[in-house]
Nanobody, 115 residues
Framework: QVQLVESGGGLVQPGGSLRLTCAASGSISSNYVMGWYRQAPGKERESVAAITSGGGTSYANSAKGRFTISRDNAKNMVSLQMNNLKADDTAVYYC?????????WGKGTLVTVSS
């Protein structure tokens, strides 16, 4: 089993920044993809960003230029730096890990962007 625990959500004003962090523990292999998804009220869960163990990254169009994903393989952690936040970024953000073709999810952390 793999456990993912997110932290760093909260309330921020438009234009502000937040950093989300996810720590993975349990039966973790050395090569796996980690990423962030989000789900806004009334909408489907969508991918925000992903990063391979080798450092390759991908971003949703809405995140490009504003969000940066990074990871620490030694600590099995992934972070999402979010800058210039907008009201549309309000959502529950979920950490995701794909290990041996199995997907694991954290419980989510709420990000609210509001003045």
């Amino acid at each position: 089993q793999v456990q993912l625990v997110e932290s760093g959500g909260g309330l921020v004003q438009p234009g502000g920044s937040l950093r989300l962090t996810c720590a993975a523990s349990g039966s973790i292999s050395s090569n796996y993809v980690m990423g962030w998804y989000r789900q806004a009220p009334g909408k489907e869960r969508e991918s925000v960003a992903a990063i391979t163990s080798g450092g390759g990254t991908s971003y949703a169009n809405s995140a490009k230029g504003r969000f940066t994903i990074s990871r620490d393989n030694a600590k099995n952690m992934v972070s999402l730096q979010m800058n210039n936040l907008k009201a549309d970024d309000t959502a529950v953000y979920y950490c995701n890990a794909v290990i041996s073709r199995l997907a694991f999810w954290g419980k989510g952390t709420l990000v609210t962007v509001s003045s």
